[in-house]
């Protein structure tokens, strides 16, 4: 079958899953009455639960079984990782068909129907032509996200069925796992703007859900909203920019605005227009991928079920919005090379910020990226290490995006994938072990209970530390020369600097759990245990990928032609004219080497920090606490996460939901109750007329039949009067009257 | 010399009275009787437009009408009686149950 025909198919499965299950789940539900209600009111059944709250709240919880059978549960195991995994095996099959179709050269685009067809009515009101097709596309980006997402999708579905094997809402989570799936791939694959969009609400829709799961918990539901709302903001610099590309271009085809604004690149700059539209998107894009403002929704969003955290909110969605951005990179490319010619040569940084889009990138990347990496030396949950860790490295998949080696920042999406899935799904095994805890400061030692965990969770350490020959090396590595490469050192510096944190905060993360003693509760210790094999299984393949991908993208200085992935992506960056192309910037091999050294200098030292920092000597905690009496205020802020959280709160939900509640409440007052007031004098007004109307007319027409009947019945009822007489009297006068007439007439 | 005339003269005034018993009067004897009048009346009639046709049809119906007279007369003397006996009364003003 021809890739364009297999294209449809893919999200259709995880759709049908997700009707399937939730069908299941909903008639197992009301049939059963109050069973499941609350739902997941025990947390996490087997007690690892994502909360404290779960596990304090429910003393009675003791590990595994205590519940009775999940209805359907055969039913979901199977359907949940079927359906996603017959999403991979279609995309799969997709890739190679177009491959062997194009080459890898040429986008295939799979138009179903057309969803806003205004071009038939071209003309009215002076609108021109404007369409949006529901179309899907394949081209080297799409086939990139689609391959991977599908891929962990499927294992993180397949881990999920151990991990939430004790859990009441085993079907409800499916069915919002494979509606993830659905709007994750409708994003991937969608061939315009709005399709996009419409996968972009999709997937908000599903964090909010998952994030929410444990819904019965003040803190999950909380955490839902907080994410959901943050995502609104950037949703709403999202359309502006999608409307502001309607403006320009007319339509939001990716293909038609892309080659429009490569062949006349001038046009679409002018005025800053184009700036402005990636400048909105990029609002959008730091919504969804948790950067400065926006990022304080995502380290909430771990209290949903860590495979979520790892799926949603490590591996795929939270990447959205890079992939967004690179799908949009020929804008980008412009507004940077339009701020070059209006500004000139010594640019201020001022002057850079407003007018090149791609420096905002790169700045807002970088900044979170050392931002996040520093409130997360300081986390003791491990799960809010592993969320801060992801904010950080989302950040350097920016500011790859902004130093215009868009590539270099897919490929860090790409590598990320794979080590920060098995960090998650890893600490998903150790909070499963330790039957819901969560604080690393009760952990310790773990090693040797489940080596499995343990070994798979080192490797992706080490491939998002950076080491040399993971994964994680090649992409950060390139990211980081990219960024000293086109001119930005401090950038660079800062980077830099973050993959030293990065190291650091990842080796604490790994001593703090498995090394030492172990610190938590006795009787837990006893019950400790590795995960079952749908667990274990899916964190080796993760862990392998971690290891291996990264040969796809060997810097092209140590091997020439090695950068794979570059040039299978080349395709999805169209050249713009040679004016608006910048100048190849010429790099010796040797500051290309010093490049990387220093950078595994730096991880290096940061990885010899951590381990020498924690457990050295007889008194394990005498370093860090030298350290932290050393720096109070630092560790206070660092600890607290720069109170983000609380001038948020102070600023939006006190400042202006309060405050501000006092002007709408006057505006509510004057206003809003005046013309409720005056509505109700209208109407009240308007009854008396109708009742008027109503009495004299309708009840008059309506009572006038009655009485016309009652009145007719008390007439003819006298007619039958019951005398015999009478009636034949009538005869009588009936057979005169007709002789008569006979006699007149005849 | 007495005509048909004559005969259809007293058939018109005998049913006359008939039909005015039939009407006016409220004792369902009288009723019944003046029926008789109606009834002979006709008799009357067929009998003298027999004569003066030369068929003898008309005199055999008088006599079928003889016939059902007497039955007439015999189902409405038991009507009478069954009345008598539940309203103690032969007025007919008293049978008045179907007014409306």
């Known amino acids: 079958m021809s890739a364009e025909t297999l294209l449809p198919w893919i999200p259709v499965f995880p759709l049908l899953g997700f009707l399937v299950n939730?069908?299941?789940?909903?008639?197992?539900?009301?049939?059963?009455?109050?069973?499941?209600?609350?739902?997941?009111?025990?947390?996490?059944?087997?007690?690892?639960?994502?909360?404290?709250?779960?596990?304090?709240?429910?003393?009675?919880?003791?590990?595994?079984?205590?519940?009775?059978?999940?209805?359907?549960?055969?039913?979901?195991?199977?359907?949940?990782?079927?359906?996603?995994?017959?999403?991979?095996?279609?995309?799969?099959?997709?890739?190679?068909?177009?491959?062997?179709?194009?080459?890898?050269?040429r986008e295939v685009v799979a138009t179903l129907w057309s969803w806003i067809p205004m071009g038939t009515n071209a003309g009215w009101f002076g609108a021109p032509d404007f369409t949006v097709d529901v179309a899907f596309r394949l081209d080297p980006l799409s086939a990139l996200m689609l391959g991977f997402v599908t891929f962990i999708g499927t294992l993180i579905h397949v881990y999920s069925v151990g991990y939430m094997g004790h859990d009441e809402g085993y079907g409800r989570f499916f069915s919002y796992l494979n509606l993830f799936m659905f709007s994750m791939l409708t994003l991937v694959l969608g061939a315009n703007l709005a399709i996009l969009f419409v996968g972009w609400e999709g997937v908000g829709l599903c964090s909010y859900l998952l994030i929410g799961y444990y819904y019965t918990k003040d803190f999950a539901a909380d955490a839902g909203k907080k994410a959901f709302i943050m995502n609104r903001v950037g949703d709403w610099g999202f359309l502006m920019g999608l409307f502001a590309c309607v403006a320009m271009f007319g339509t939001v085809d990716f293909g038609k605005m892309f080659s429009a604004a490569a062949a006349t690149p001038a046009t679409y700059a002018a005025g800053g227009l184009v700036t402005f539209a990636c400048l909105a998107l990029f609002v959008g894009a730091t919504g969804k991928s948790a950067q400065i403002p926006l990022y304080v929704w995502l380290p909430d969003a771990m209290a949903g079920p860590t495979p979520v955290s790892a799926l949603i909110h490590a591996a795929t969605m939270v990447t959205a919005g890079v992939y967004m951005v690179v799908r949009c990179n020929v804008l980008f490319r412009i507004s940077h090379e339009w701020a070059l010619k209006t500004l000139g040569e010594g640019a201020s940084v001022w002057g850079l910020l407003t007018h090149d889009a791609s420096f905002v990138v790169a700045v807002v990347g970088g900044v979170t990226a050392f931002v996040a990496a520093t409130i997360g030396l300081a986390q003791t949950d491990i799960k809010k290490v592993l969320a801060y860790s992801t904010v950080s490295q989302l950040g350097y998949m920016f500011l790859g995006c902004g130093v215009l080696a868009f590539g270099a920042g897919m490929f860090h999406v790409f590598t990320h994938a794979f080590f920060k899935a098995c960090l998650f799904l890893g600490s998903g095994s150790v909070i499963h072990a330790l039957s819901g805890e969560q604080e690393m400061t009760a952990m310790g030692g773990l090693r040797s209970k489940i080596p499995h965990t343990y070994r798979t969770m080192l490797i992706a350490t080490l491939a998002i530390s950076g080491v040399p020959l993971l994964s994680g090396f090649f992409s950060k590595d390139l990211i980081l020369g990219e960024t000293f490469l086109q001119g930005h050192p401090w950038l660079w510096a800062l980077a830099a600097l973050t993959a030293g944190l990065t190291a650091f905060y990842m080796f604490r993360l790994i001593k703090m759990t498995?090394?030492?003693?172990?610190?938590?509760?006795?009787?837990?210790?006893?019950?400790?245990?590795?995960?079952?094999?749908?667990?274990?299984?899916?964190?080796?393949?993760?862990?392998?990928?971690?290891?291996?991908?990264?040969?796809?993208?060997?810097p092209n200085f140590i091997v020439p032609g090695g950068n794979r992935f570059e040039a299978f992506l080349h395709p999805a960056f169209p050249a713009l004219p040679p004016d608006w192309t910048p100048h190849p910037h010429q790099a010796s091999h040797a500051l290309e080497y010093g490049l990387m050294l220093g950078s595994v200098a730096i991880a290096g030292l940061g990885i010899l920090l951590a381990t020498t920092f924690f457990y050295k000597g007889s008194a394990p905690w005498a370093l860090p606490a030298k350290v932290v009496a050393a720096f109070p205020?630092?560790?206070?802020?660092?600890?607290?996460?720069?109170?983000?959280?609380?001038?948020?709160?102070?600023?939006?939900?006190?400042?202006?939901?309060?405050?501000?509640?006092?002007?709408?409440?006057?505006?509510d007052a004057r206003v809003v109750d005046g013309v409720v007031n005056g509505t109700r004098h209208l109407t009240v007004g308007l009854s008396h007329v109708?009742?008027?109307?109503?009495?004299?007319?309708?009840?008059?027409?309506?009572?006038?039949?009655?009485?016309?009947?009652?009145a007719a019945w008390k007439g003819y009822g006298k007619l039958q009067s019951g005398q015999t007489q009478n009636y034949a009297f009538g005869m009588a006068a009936g057979v005169f009257a007709l002789v008569c007439i006979y006699i007149i007439f005849a | 010399m007495i005509t048909l005339a004559h005969f259809v003269g007293l058939s018109f005034v005998v049913f006359t009275i008939g039909v005015v018993g039939v009407l006016v009067r409220r004792n369902l004897l009288t009723v019944l009787m003046s029926i008789e009048l109606i009834l002979n009346a006709v008799n009357i009639n067929l009998v003298a437009f027999s004569r003066q046709l030369g068929d003898l049809t008309g005199q055999v119906f008088s006599v079928f009408v003889i016939i059902v007279a007497a039955g007439e007369a015999a189902i409405g003397l038991a009507i009478v009686l069954s009345l008598y006996r539940l309203k103690s009364s032969v007025n007919l003003e008293d049978a008045a149950e179907m007014r409306g």
Do not use: C
Not at chain 1, 77 to 96: D, E, M, N, Q, R
């Open chain 1, 22 to 105: 939730g069908l299941l789940y909903l008639v197992a539900h009301s049939k059963l009455g109050g069973k499941d209600a609350p739902l997941g009111a025990h947390g996490h059944g087997g007690g690892h639960g994502d909360s404290h709250a779960a596990h304090a709240a429910d003393p009675d919880d003791h590990g595994h079984g205590g519940h009775g059978d999940i209805p359907f549960k055969a039913v979901h195991t199977w359907i949940g990782p079927v359906a996603s995994g017959l999403s991979f095996v279609f995309a799969l099959l997709a890739i190679l068909s177009w491959w062997k179709e194009t080459g890898g050269h």
């Open chain 1, 514 to 554: 498995f090394f030492g003693e172990y610190r938590g509760p006795k009787e837990t210790w006893e019950h400790v245990h590795e995960s079952p094999a749908t667990m274990t299984v899916v964190l080796w393949i993760l862990a392998v990928g971690a290891v291996v991908v990264g040969y796809v993208g060997i």
């Open chain 1, 633 to 667: 205020n630092a560790y206070r802020w660092v600890r607290n996460k720069y109170f983000v959280d609380e001038a948020y709160e102070a600023v939006f939900v006190n400042g202006l939901v309060k405050k501000g509640g006092r002007l709408l409440w006057e505006i």
């Open chain 1, 690 to 710: 109708s009742n008027w109307f109503d009495r004299t007319f309708v009840d008059g027409a309506v009572n006038g039949v009655g009485d016309s009947f009652q």
